[in-house]
């Protein structure tokens, strides 16, 4: 876990950069707060309007983002004022806040933009029962969320807008498709209703004062994440990071006990954690999520051992509303999710080769630099989906061998295609008449894998020299040896977990 955090590759110092901007938003959005005469409670809600703007906002062209983070507020204020409005009527708040929960979930369905908008709106009511506010202090919090969104925009269009200078980012991958309950997005908002709901009841009996932390560890639990393997390592991996953020607590953040000056070093060094891990390991992002709460109620002059305790206890509930919502509640299978992301994966593969194919038959319109962009976002994608196979704990041997494998098959796949796209975008390569052939048989190995067909896939004899028939050669061979496993009898064509 540390050569994760610590060795983790960085192109562009992506990652170093995006921390670092986070730490001067956040900072500038608190400072604009504290120079706007807000109190305590109102500095907080401006830190985490501007985290949030920073941190979840993830259109892939600037102008989305800078109109997603122009949405926050118009999301965000009303669901503060019904979280203020209802602090004195708890059942009428507590099926209000499950209410959130389903409709921040359910909005995944539309992408990017309703993920950042959902986090947005079910933070938003977390942090009012984090202060517990009342309706008299909703002008200031409405004013602390403006200006921190505002001051966050301003440094992420304006002052540091490193995205300008890259390439687009490839568009993430629609989500798997399906109406009604059988649409992925659908059948999670159900179960994080349900798993919220368990842990709300649960998390009051532990706590009267601080249930809200097992609705929000059930919540997160269920962030990125698209099926029921997903989600369990998801809920070990924050129980585990919280056990290692309080640990730390208990060292750094209680002896300091609220302190000004220590205190602000440690929020931003926290924050600065959180932004910088949170694309390598979430264990690790968790570590300093608990690290700032933790310093955040030293401010506040409640920190103490039992307190961290109770978050571990309330972070425990949590994970335990999440895995009985996924285990018992319209379950996602590891298999079906997985499956699917496969065959879209292969489709692409093919696509990507009719593609090159033409482009080096002379076609002036045929382009598959998207194709392979998308390939790759794919391929990232069943990674994610096999996660839970290939896990250190996963106690199934022959089922971890075979993911890994379909993994390094599908990345070399995505190889020879890069190779092939090389190629063809060489103004000097040439069309040759095997080429034609040769796209043919990748054609007929996607089309019997992403069916399910019986009829063996036999590898290429010859071992041409020409560029492109190589590279072709070799998806080939890669289409031909994953046919194994992805056809081994298992109740799935990789796995039956």
């Not at 009342?134 to 969320?145: K, S």
């Not at 994970?319 to 994966?345: K, S, Y």
């Amino acid at each position: 876990m540390l050569k994760r955090m610590f060795v983790a590759p960085d192109p562009g110092r992506a990652r170093l950069r995006f921390a670092a901007r986070a730490v001067l938003g956040i900072g500038l959005a608190v400072v604009v707060c504290g120079l706007a005469g807000h109190s305590l409670p109102g500095a907080v809600t401006g830190g985490l309007a501007a985290l949030l703007a920073l941190f979840t906002v993830a259109d892939p062209t600037v102008r989305g983002q800078a109109v997603t983070t122009a949405l926050l507020p118009v999301v965000g204020v009303p669901v503060l004022a019904a979280a203020a409005g209802l602090h004195a009527h708890p059942v009428a708040r507590d099926l209000t806040f499950l209410a959130v929960v389903c409709a921040g979930v359910y909005a995944r369905r539309w992408g990017p933009r309703g993920h950042s908008l959902g986090v947005f709106a079910f933070m938003t009511f977390f942090v009012a029962q984090f202060l517990h506010a009342v309706p008299d202090q909703l002008p200031e919090l409405y004013a602390a969320v403006l200006l921190s969104v505002l001051t966050a925009a301003a440094v992420r269009f304006g002052l540091w807008c490193y995205e300008r200078r890259l390439s687009p980012a490839a568009p993430v991958p629609a989500p798997l498709g399906g109406t009604g309950l059988a649409r992925v997005t659908t059948r999670q908002a159900v179960q994080a209703t349900a798993g919220a709901g368990f842990a709300l009841v649960v998390g009051q009996l532990v706590s009267g004062h601080r249930w809200y932390w097992a609705v929000g560890a059930t919540w997160w639990i269920f962030v990125n994440t698209a099926s029921r393997g997903e989600t369990l390592v998801r809920g070990f991996r924050r129980v585990l990071g919280t056990v290692l953020g309080i640990g730390l607590g208990l060292l750094v953040a209680v002896p300091v006990h609220g302190a000004p000056v220590p205190t602000a070093v440690l929020v931003a060094a926290c924050v600065f954690g959180i932004f910088y891990t949170a694309a390598v390991s979430y264990t690790w992002m968790m570590l300093w999520v608990t690290l700032l709460a933790t310093s955040l109620y030293g401010l506040l002059g409640v920190l103490g051992p039992g307190l961290l305790a109770l978050r571990l206890a309330e972070t425990g509930v949590g994970a335990l509303g999440a895995a009985l919502a996924v285990l018992f509640v319209l379950p996602v299978t590891t298999h079906a999710t997985t499956d699917a992301w496969i065959q879209r994966a292969l489709r692409c593969v093919h696509a990507c080769t009719a593609e090159a194919a033409a482009r080096l038959a002379g076609s002036a319109t045929a382009d598959p630099a998207p194709r392979v962009a998308e390939l790759e976002q794919l391929i990232g994608r069943v990674r994610l989906s096999v996660a839970p196979l290939v896990h250190p704990l996963n106690p199934m041997p022959a089922r971890k061998a075979r993911a890994r494998r379909v993994l390094a098959l599908l990345d070399d796949c995505a190889r020879e295609i890069r190779g092939l796209v090389a190629v063809a975008a060489d103004p000097e390569a040439s069309h040759d008449a095997r080429l034609a052939a040769a796209c043919w048989r990748v054609e007929t190995a996607v089309e019997a894998l992403t069916a399910g067909r019986a009829e063996p896939l036999r590898h290429p004899a010859e071992q041409p020299a020409e560029p492109a028939l190589a590279h072709l050669h070799g998806l080939e061979r890669a289409l031909a040896d994953l046919a194994e496993p992805l056809r081994t009898p298992s109740g799935s064509r990789l796995v039956g977990a």
